[in-house]
């Protein structure tokens, strides 16, 4: 008997392949990378692994895809501020822009 016709009779990887693959969608090319984290950023990710039943690589992984997102929206917003101030004639505004863009900047 052929697999087609009992997939009983096939390994469950063979099946779970020839019935998948082509719905299935193909994850983004994954790229190794060997990393160092001081140790107490390391048991912080081996705990929110254990807490969320997964595993610290996912942990980091989500980790650094929030972190890039923030930056991102922290980008726009820099942009979108210095966008406002270029269009304003107010110098009240204009003042209240740049201690704005200061703080985004340098901090406070």
């Known amino acids: 008997m052929s697999c087609s016709n009992n997939p009983e009779s096939c ?5 779970c392949r020839v019935v998948y693959h082509e719905i299935m969608a ?3 090319k994954v790229i190794r ?3 160092s984290l001081p140790s107490a950023v390391a048991r912080r990710v081996k705990t929110l692994a ?8 996912r942990v980091i992984v989500d980790l650094i895809e929030t972190g890039l997102e923030a930056r991102e929206r922290e980008r726009r917003a820099f942009f979108e501020l210095a966008d406002r101030l270029a269009r304003s004639s ?3 505004e204009q003042k ?3 201690e704005e863009m200061a703080r985004m900047t340098f901090g406070e």
């Open 90 to 92: 107010d110098a009240a």
């Open 33 to 35: 990378q060997s990393i």
């Open 26 to 28: 193909h994850p983004a």
């Open 50 to 57: 254990k807490r969320e039943r997964t595993s610290a690589n």
């Open 11 to 15: 390994d469950g990887a063979f099946w």
């Open 96 to 98: 209240r822009l740049k």
